[in-house]
């Protein structure tokens, strides 16, 4: 294995499950959550579907940031490769933190987010190969090394913006609700939509944590074409997420990636569940970009 391939692989799974969650922020004027059709679905408490995306990102919004953290699974593929995680995140802007557990190419990573810094565990294989003894390196959002250039920035940024509304959000100023119905996940009644986002009406909020070396190519690429993703939401009576997922395959195919899927599936539950995550013991850190430069790298 090359000495950067856990790396690569952390990186690309962390964009996925958090770009999963949402992108770039964007603001509207929306509508007063108590506009929202009333008629309770008999006993349960859902109320009728919104049939206005910034009505609808309005309420979810408030719903989130109620409730500050949930748990998550998150089920992907992408150019014949599968990915899965599992985890916890407490949502809180810059100051998001998370714990998650990865697997990719038949490879479990466990990954850590808080104060800003990511810390990834090498496995005792990488530490070899990377000739250290230190168990978790380090990637920080403000370093000046080429690896924390490169990616600390859109780690932090992708966990600020890991709120699940922020997809809501993307639909209110991208996209539209395509349909809508109430059906049964998992035994709960939840309102379901279908929405489509048009890649067109807001670039930058598809390519926003990509390092800006590679933003300017993709943007390119991307510019002018008529791309339309497929997405459907599964909101509970509290207008909190309990399943999203997203086909980007004609994105990707857009940018020259193979014929085939890249999809997701996010599945939240225990909002409001108390999540706690602590930096590895100082003694157990390395920082990548340092021992990246002494690998030659």
Not at 25 to 45: D, H, L, R, V, Y
Not at 176 to 196: A, F, M
């Amino acid at each position: 294995m090359r000495k950067t391939t856990l790396v690569a692989a952390s990186a690309a799974v962390l964009a996925l499950t958090l770009t999963a969650c949402g992108g770039n922020s964007t603001s509207g004027t929306a509508a007063p959550a108590g506009e929202q059709q009333s008629q309770a679905n008999g006993s349960s408490g859902l109320a009728s579907p919104f049939t206005d995306a910034i009505q609808l990102a309005s309420a979810s919004k408030q719903g989130t940031e109620k409730s500050k953290s949930a748990k998550f699974t998150m089920e992907g593929s992408a150019a014949g490769q599968t990915v899965s995680a599992t985890g916890a995140m407490a949502f809180d802007g810059a100051n998001t933190k998370f714990s998650m557990s990865t697997t990719t190419a038949g490879e479990t990573t466990e990954m850590r987010m808080v104060d800003k810094v990511m810390y990834i565990k090498l496995p005792a294989a990488q530490q070899k190969q990377m000739g250290t003894d230190k168990s978790w390196a380090k990637i920080s959002a403000d370093g000046t090394d080429p690896i924390s250039q490169a990616m600390g920035a859109a780690m932090s940024q992708s966990a600020e913006q890991s709120d699940p509304s922020k997809i809501l959000e993307q639909v209110s100023k991208a996209g539209r609700i395509v349909s809508s119905d109430q059906t049964e996940l998992n035994g709960e009644q939840v309102n379901h939509y279908k929405v489509e986002l048009d890649v067109a009406k807001a670039i930058d909020q598809f390519t926003g944590q990509v390092p800006a070396a590679a933003r300017d190519q993709i943007n390119e690429k991307l510019k002018g074409k008529d791309l339309k993703i497929p997405a459907e939401l599964w909101l509970n009576k509290d207008n909190l997420p309990v399943q999203v997922t997203m086909d980007q395959g004609p994105m990707m195919q857009a940018l020259g990636a193979p014929a085939g899927d890249a999809k997701f599936t996010m599945k939240y539950s225990d909002w409001g569940t108390t999540v706690d995550v602590a930096a590895p013991p100082a003694e157990q850190v390395v920082d990548l970009g340092e021992l990246m430069k002494k690998a030659g790298r």
